[in-house]
């Protein structure tokens, strides 16, 4: 079997530390590729004026996987500031590398699973009858639509006369807003299609039939956002009833959801939000099972086959600059485990995931965040394994 070929994506701060570590993870498994290292992130925003190279999506159209590390992101003025001087008298508007590939390539479903590790001192408890502590097992699948939303892309301050002029046909923004001058409206759109609705909804399903989930759950706000999660919400009881009546649809509203999620997690199987909604609830779920040091995501375009795995951290550049880095490798090592599932390498991706696991059991070698210290620099110093020393424990287990 000819070597596979994986795009590399380290991006901005310490993406590049996990992803360095991960791949040498990757390597001590038996995962035989060769990494081909992309351009993206804000050095090219900086210096090019575009953080994602037409360059850079070419090599992943060709390769169609990759493993990305971390991205910095800024507000409009702030990253006008740090565009080079030469280019800011060229109308540039900087926007998000990672929301390009995912509009780009079509890569509309995420999937960000929070399943809690045996032995993780960040692991959520709560207490039950009789003041007993308990720990529930939280293994949660949620599906986030990728490309849609809020996030689409679709706004703009000081509509033009058109938008205005359409805004102004809906008697609800006459009468809420039909006295507020053009200029100090700032208009986000939420855009749902039924055709990526659909395909969210059944990449939810199929997921819960494959690997066992009772429930799948639409966390949307239907009673109030009627259209869009309405919609959704429709949609689901259709697909529910006519292909999976065994597996029980639930409908939550996002912010009651984020109250229950503290109150019964364990109850939770698969979930299924929108774009904004989805952000939410997974960040949610992985406070539970260690933070974002532990939050994994893939997200993937099934027609195409085009991929992207990801922690779900951003690129924290104040650790970036340590002389040794301290952060977490674990949701960059699940990442690439999703990838291994994705291209069929289950048997590699089961070994690393049961080394991680007994690293995390043992106890023995535990990353700042797992020994609640807080991000210095000298936590090493204090107890704490760096990144390589936590990805040299993965390997030994393995």
Not at 58 to 78: E, M, N, R, Y
Request: proline share 5%; hydrophobic share 40%.
């Amino acid at each position: 079997m000819a070597k596979r070929t994986i795009v590399s994506l380290p991006g901005d701060g310490i993406g590049k530390n996990v992803l360095e570590e991960t791949i040498r993870v990757l390597d001590a498994a038996g995962f035989d590729a060769e990494y081909v290292e992309g351009d993206i992130g804000w050095e090219f925003w900086r210096s090019e004026g575009n953080p994602l190279p037409q360059r850079t999506i070419d090599l992943l159209g060709k390769h169609k996987v990759a493993l990305f590390g971390a991205i910095t992101s800024k507000p409009k003025d702030a990253a006008f500031e740090e565009l080079a001087p030469e280019l800011q008298e060229k109308g540039l508007v900087y926007s998000s590398p990672i929301v390009g590939l995912r509009q780009h390539f079509g890569l509309d479903i995420c999937l960000r699973p929070c399943k809690s590790y045996i032995g993780n001192p960040l692991n959520f408890v709560k207490r039950g009858v009789g003041d007993v502590i308990e720990e529930p097992a939280v293994d949660v699948a949620i599906f986030r639509q990728n490309t849609e939303g809020l996030y689409g892309g679709v706004e703009w301050s000081d509509p033009p006369e058109k938008v205005y002029d359409a805004l102004m046909t809906h008697p609800k923004f006459v009468k809420n807003f039909g006295d507020t001058p053009k200029e100090e409206i700032s208009v986000s759109t939420r855009i749902f299609t039924k055709k990526a609705t659909e395909r969210i909804l059944r990449a939810a399903f199929d997921h819960a039939k494959k690997y066992g989930y009772k429930s799948v759950t639409v966390c949307e706000k239907p009673n109030v956002i009627r259209e869009t999660s309405g919609m959704m919400y429709k949609m689901a009881q259709q697909i529910q009833k006519e292909e999976y009546p065994n597996i029980e649809l639930w409908n939550t509203n996002i912010d009651a959801q984020m109250m229950w999620l503290t109150k019964n997690p364990e109850t939770y199987g698969v979930i299924v939000a929108g774009n904004m909604f989805g952000d939410i609830v997974s960040d949610g779920f992985a406070g539970l099972i260690g933070g974002l040091g532990f939050a994994c995501s893939a997200q993937f375009n099934p027609d195409s086959g085009v991929a992207v795995f990801e922690p779900t951290h951003g690129s924290a550049p104040k650790y970036a600059d340590y002389e040794i880095s301290i952060v977490n490798p674990i949701a960059m090592i699940e990442s690439a485990c999703m990838m291994l599932d994705f291209i069929n390498e289950n048997g590699i991706a089961a070994n690393i995931r049961k080394a991680v696991a007994e690293v995390i059991s043992e106890g023995k070698v535990r990353t700042y965040d797992m020994m609640k210290m807080r991000g210095r620099a000298d936590v090493v110093d204090k107890g704490a394994a760096s990144t390589t020393q936590m990805a040299d424990a993965v390997i030994a287990k393995l």
